[in-house]
């Protein structure tokens, strides 16, 4: 497919980047047929830009303006409300979105973008594409007439770190939709150990509360900077600065120069040294400086509005910490 639509040189790269087989460990080879294989890191744009040439034909096809979004810092989802569609906003969000393979269109092109995808090999999936009713999804997010209904959801409570990271999620998910779970909240609570930090910090560091709330904490005497403690992962570190070491590498790991390099060039490596993947994550405590504590930024936090947090300040912290 790729051979037919492609210009000659972008495709000519491809197949240069491209694994085109894979060795098992007994030293045989599989040939590979598609052009992106796992851990390709081509494939997600390649995507996209397939992805977007196909909705943009089918779009001046059926007579309607591909509208490119310019992007929305306010926004946490690209389903729009039929009142959304006679506002300011649909053209800062446009009426398409391609990301990989997710893929949002207008409800008058849909049928044709399926057909579409279907002639050019793709495989799109009945269940979780959804064109009738007023339930959508993109993206890992569920949206309901135009509201993110996405749930909470707990895999285990086996560490402290996972009743942290709940609690975190919860209190985020309470203050977007008006709900107060004082119970629940309240068992989680008496489960581990009241770990102030700030609302901006890592799920799992501790307990997410406004400075208020925090309780007595130290000041650095030099930038009045509020010292606090959180969790942080333990990281094991493999050193590439010690070649005779290299030739050791420990079990379950092998010599691999070629992702030594990307890991260089992502930032990966520091000091001369590379952190190890582990199965089973340790944290330990550290020291941390804060200059802003209470600082909220919209457009990467899960908190989605000003009211929101409000009410995350009100009642999904103040309540939940039995602070009433």
Aim: hydrophobic content about 35%; overall charge positive; proline content about 7%.
């Amino acid at each position: 497919m790729l051979r037919d639509v492609l210009p000659r040189l972008p495709l000519a790269w491809l197949c240069m980047a491209r694994s085109e087989v894979t060795t098992l460990p007994d030293g045989s080879e599989v040939p590979l047929h598609m052009v992106s294989s796992m851990g390709n890191a081509f494939t997600f744009p390649l995507q996209t830009i397939l992805f977007s040439c196909i909705v943009v034909g089918c779009y001046r096809a059926l007579g309607i303006r591909p509208k490119f979004g310019r992007g929305d810092p306010n926004s946490k989802g690209w389903y729009l409300t039929p009142k959304d569609r006679n506002s300011e906003r649909f053209d800062t969000l446009g009426n398409f979105s391609v990301f990989g393979d997710d893929i949002i269109v207008c409800r008058e092109a849909y049928d044709l973008v399926i057909r579409m995808l279907k002639y050019f090999g793709f495989q799109p999936n009945p269940e979780k594409s959804f064109a009738d009713g007023p339930f959508r999804e993109s993206c890992g997010q569920d949206y309901w007439s135009g509201y993110n209904v996405r749930g909470i959801y707990c895999q285990s409570l086996d560490s402290k770190h996972d009743t942290y990271s709940l609690i975190n999620r919860l209190n985020d998910w309470a203050a977007n939709h008006g709900v107060v779970l004082n119970h629940t909240m309240s068992w989680l609570f008496r489960q581990v150990r009241f770990i102030p930090v700030p609302p901006w910090e890592s799920d799992v560091s501790g307990i997410k509360v406004p400075l208020d709330f925090a309780g007595p904490l130290r000041r650095d005497r030099h930038t009045k900077s509020i010292i606090y403690l959180r969790y942080v992962p333990r990281q094991k570190e493999l050193s590439l600065l010690n070649v005779d070491a290299l030739a050791r590498i420990p079990r379950g790991f092998y010599h691999n120069p070629p992702g030594i390099l990307l890991s260089a060039v992502g930032g990966y490596v520091r000091n001369g040294s590379i952190v190890e993947r582990q199965r089973q994550v340790r944290y330990t405590r550290r020291i941390s400086i804060s200059p802003c504590w209470d600082w909220w930024d919209p457009t990467h936090s899960r908190i989605l509005t000003s009211e929101g947090w409000r009410r995350w300040v009100t009642s999904s912290v103040w309540l939940h910490l039995g602070k009433t």
